[in-house]
């Protein structure tokens, strides 16, 4: 009886807990973007003209030129910066 009662309240906890166990969360990978000029990199962040300028120029995140001065980011690249 005693063993009955015990198996029983073992049995309803463990229901509970499966019922309350959170599901998997499977995160989809970011599709890489590019992000053209400083304006571009301002509105991705978001932030001011002046503070984009100053991330670029600080070398925290990574861009690359067309031309002499046309500049474009990728959106994975300018995420790890900001996270460094």
Do not use: H, W
Request: net charge positive; proline share 4%.
């Amino acid at each position: 009886m005693v063993f009955d009662t015990l198996f029983n309240i073992l049995a309803d906890k463990v229901a509970e807990r499966i019922n309350n166990k959170p599901a998997l969360v499977i995160e989809q990978p970011k599709q890489r973007v590019k992000v053209y000029g400083i304006r571009g990199l301002a509105e991705y962040i978001p932030c001011c003209l002046a503070t984009a300028q100053k991330l670029k120029n600080s070398g925290k995140i990574r861009f690359y030129k067309i031309g002499n001065n046309k500049v474009f980011f990728y959106s994975d690249e300018i995420d790890n910066g900001l996270q460094n």
